[in-house]
């Protein structure tokens, strides 16, 4: 909350929805049913390294698929449409508007990811979205700055050593497997090959927790 506020959301996505990271990310309000309580999920942003831009792509089984949500995660969305119309009133024309243009390099179609704020010219082949985890100024909240966020958790939170983003979807994994959801559910919302991965998952994070559990005797023992 104090470090950087716009990360909280796509935290919250991927607790209570099992979103990768640059799923969270690339989740645009044109996927979001608040009626029907679902998300559909049809692409990721990531970083190229060797172009030195965002790009947006598919997902990483290249799948579109259907996570539905609870009432939590509603209110979390509702409240976000919220803060981000009266971030717009307050900005104006410094808002800032999100991106994408298709670029073709041989035999291959990507598209690069950009945002500009009101006052610039918006160039002919540039076409709008409107993603759902934005920064106060309405610029897309990028897995990098994420990535930076949760070292930062890693660092100073006691109880989260190690921690990283990815780490949101075994919990949501191991969650719902241990409160009695089918695995083949579970292996559909999070978008696995093969429900094995599902329930690997859950085993080690399972075993994880039991070895934490047996570590309490250490404390009993006065060894901690």
């Given amino acids: 909350q104090d470090y950087n506020p716009p990360a909280i959301l796509p935290i919250q996505i991927a607790y209570y929805a099992g979103l990768r990271i640059g799923e969270a990310c690339g989740l645009a309000w044109q996927d979001v049913n608040l009626e029907e309580q679902c998300l559909t999920i049809r692409r990721s942003i990531r970083y190229d390294g060797s172009r030195h831009k965002n790009i947006i792509g598919p997902t990483k089984r290249k799948k579109v698929r259907i996570v539905d949500f609870g009432d939590t995660l509603a209110e979390i969305l509702r409240n976000a449409q919220k803060e981000q119309l009266k971030n717009r009133m307050q900005y104006g024309e410094l808002y800032h508007k999100n991106y994408y243009r298709e670029v073709k390099d041989k035999n291959r179609v990507y598209y690069e990811f950009y945002h500009l704020d009101g006052t610039e010219n918006v160039p002919e082949d540039y076409k709008e979205i409107s993603f759902v985890c934005l920064r106060p100024n309405g610029s897309l909240e990028l897995p990098s700055t994420l990535g930076i966020v949760c070292r930062k958790i890693a660092q100073k939170l006691d109880g989260f050593e190690g921690f990283h983003f990815h780490q949101l979807r075994h919990t949501y994994t191991s969650n719902l497997l241990a409160n009695g959801a089918a695995p083949k559910d579970v292996q559909e919302l999070l978008g696995h090959s093969d429900v094995s991965t599902t329930m690997n998952v859950y085993a080690h994070s399972t ?18």
């Fill in 207 to 224: 075993r994880k927790a039991k070895r934490e559990s047996a570590k309490l005797l250490d404390k009993v023992a006065g060894n901690d």
